[in-house]
C-alpha cells in the first residue's frame, strides 16, 4: 500500500484525519535514522545529525544525574494542545506521578520539561508553533539549544500560551534550572556548534 492509499484509507474511515492514524501510517513508510512529528497537521521527517545528537545526550545524561529512567524520554510521542501536534521532542523529563494513557501514551499534562535541538529544517516550528502548543499546555520549562547560535533560550512561567520568562545563555555557560522545580544545573561547555 502506497502512502496515498493510507491517506485515502484513512480519510475513508472516519471521514477526518488523527494523530493515530497518520502515525501508523508514518511508521511503515518513515526511513531508518530520521525523526518524524506532527505539528499543526505537518508532517516533518528530519535526519539525525552528530551534533544534534551529542546535545540530547548531554542534556539526557545530565537529567539522569537526579531523575530515574523512566522519567527521562527522547523522540517519543507526545500530543500536545493545538490541530494535529504530535511531537516527538528531543528530551522530555515525565512528572512523578506520569502514567500512560489506554492507547500507551504520555500525557502533555504531565510532562515537567522539554528540550529541543535546532535543526535548520525545523527551527520554526520550535520557535513558534511547538513553543506556543508547550505553553498551553503548561510545560514548566521549556530549553531550546541552538547549534547555529551558540546559545540555550529557556522559556519558564507558562500563561494564556505563552511564556513569561526568557533567559538566554551562550554555550559553555550554565542554564540555572535550580530557579524551577528541576532544581539542578545545566552545564553546556560540551554542547557542539554547528
Known sequence: ??????????????????????????ERTTPEGYKVEIVEGAIFMSPQRDTHW????????QLRTK????RVKSD?????????????TDVTLVTEAAQKDEKG???????????EVISKGTAANDYGPKKTAYAVAE????????????????????????????????FGGDVDLTVTDLGLTLKTDEFPRD
Open 76 to 88: 517519543v510521542r507526545i500530543d500536545y494542545p493545538g490541530h494535529l501536534n504530535g511531537f516527538a
Open 139 to 170: 510545560v514548566p520549562v521549556y530549553l531550546i539549544a541552538d547549534p547555529y547560535q551558540g546559545k540555550c533560550h529557556l522559556y519558564t512561567q507558562p500563561k494564556d500560551g505563552d511564556y513569561i520568562t526568557e533567559t538566554t545563555v551562550t
Open 1 to 26: 500500500m502506497t502512502v496515498l492509499e493510507d491517506r485515502i484509507e484513512m480519510a475513508d474511515d472516519s471521514g477526518e484525519l488523527t494523530l493515530d492514524s497518520l502515525f501508523e501510517s508514518l
Open 67 to 70: 531523575y530515574p529512567r523512566k
Open 105 to 115: 501514551l504520555w500525557n502533555c499534562r504531565d510532562v515537567a520539561f522539554v528540550a
Open 54 to 61: 551529542e546535545i540530547i545526550a548531554d542534556i539526557y545524561e
